[in-house]
């Protein structure tokens, strides 16, 4: 691995922390690789992205297609080896370079 390519990786990761900051104490949607998307407010994070969510929810669609929740509880922690997506309310003063959903 070169050194250009750490620092790269290193502005990304910096990049996605600055995100993650920003929405603190926000709504956020939290897309797993088990297939189940959970939606909480973000209360702390950490570089390798375990997430601490309050009042966690399950979000899934049934069979016949209908939208669910179920309360997952009060304060939930999420390990980071099972995000595969973060999403997040529009941010304000992100920078360039950084990816925003709306």
């Given at each position: 691995m070169g050194v250009e390519q750490l620092k790269s990786e290193g502005n990304v990761m910096s990049s996605a922390?600055?995100?993650l900051s920003?929405?603190?104490n926000t709504s956020?949607?939290?897309?797993?690789k088990n297939g189940v998307?959970?939606?909480g407010i973000l209360k702390s994070y950490d570089n390798h992205?375990?997430?601490i969510l309050d009042n966690a929810e399950e979000i899934y669609t049934t069979p016949n297609g209908e939208m669910k929740q179920n309360k997952l509880g009060?304060?939930?922690l999420?390990?980071?080896d099972n995000v595969i997506a973060i999403s997040t309310q529009k941010i304000e003063g992100?920078?360039?370079g950084a990816v925003e959903e709306e």
């Open positions: 922390m600055r995100y920003k929405s603190m956020i949607l939290v897309f797993l998307n959970v939606r992205l375990n997430l009060k304060r939930v999420i390990r980071g992100l920078g360039e």
